[in-house]
């Protein structure tokens, strides 16, 4: 089993940046990558970013690009999320997620354990 502790959630003004942490503890070793999820009122859960624990290789979806970066420290078991240029459409709460293997990052369907969620909210 893998517990999952995010932190760094809050309020945070349209341009403005928020780093969001994922601690993993547990049976960390059997973690393939890890990412980020984001679901808004009345809306599915979406992707948002991910990262192979392996290689460090990392997967976007396309409104976060050029915004938002992921990030990993191996020896803490913590995987990170910077998120610059914030707008009110990021409004969400936002899951990790850690998955046991290779089945895609970006799909949702991958991911065996998952965060409480952390809330973020952007204001115009």
């Known amino acids: 089993q893998v517990q999952l502790i995010e932190s760094g959630g809050g309020l945070v003004q349209a341009g403005g940046s928020l780093r969001l942490s994922c601690a993993a503890s547990g049976d960390t070793l059997s973690i393939y990558g890890m990412g980020w999820f984001r679901q808004a009122p009345g809306k599915e859960r979406e992707f948002v970013i991910a990262i192979s624990w392996t290689d460090g290789s990392t997967y976007y979806a396309d409104s976060v690009k050029e915004r938002f970066t992921i990030s990993r420290d191996v020896a803490k078991n913590t995987v990170y999320l910077q998120m610059n240029s914030l707008k009110p459409e990021d409004t969400a709460v936002y899951y990790c997620?850690?998955?046991?293997?290779?089945?895609?990052?970006?799909?949702?369907?991958?991911?065996?354990?998952w965060g409480q969620g952390t809330q973020v909210s952007v204001s115009s």
């Open positions: 997620g850690a998955a046991k293997a290779d089945n895609g990052l970006e799909y949702i369907s991958s991911y065996d354990y």
